[in-house]
């Protein structure tokens, strides 16, 4: 079955960073588009980014645009998304998506 799994997740200090990992299993990760979405506490769900499937294009929400940065390794079946000057208001749960699946997610905690 599918399974995707969210970590890297924290608390960090604004300006600080993160990287988050979702490892995939269950389908052809390489033939597929990923998608990271986000929840922030009391609010709906937010796409923030997605990739193609060979990891040649990507697309950003403009909220971070040039902070974020999405990637994959179709070798290992990993899809990443590394986080740079973290801010409060990126503080969510953030899952990655598959067409329908969706992980467990990862906390991020932005807070001093």
């Known amino acids: 079955q599918v399974q995707l799994v969210e970590s890297g997740g924290g608390l960090v200090q604004p300006g600080g960073s993160l990287r988050l990992s979702c490892a995939a299993s269950?389908?052809?990760?390489?033939?597929?588009?990923m998608t990271w979405v986000r929840q922030a506490p009391g609010k709906g769900l937010e796409w923030i980014s997605s990739?193609?499937?060979?990891?040649?294009?990507?697309s950003y929400v403009d909220s971070v645009k040039g902070r974020f940065t999405v990637s994959r390794d179709n070798a290992k079946n990993e899809l990443y998304l590394q986080m740079n000057r973290l801010k409060p208001e990126d503080t969510a749960v953030y899952y990655c998506?598959?067409?329908?699946?969706r992980g467990q997610g990862t906390q991020v905690t932005v807070s001093s």
């Open positions: 269950g389908f052809t990760f390489k033939q597929y588009p």
């Open positions: 998506d598959w067409l329908s699946a």
């Open positions: 990739i193609d499937s060979i990891g040649t294009s990507t």
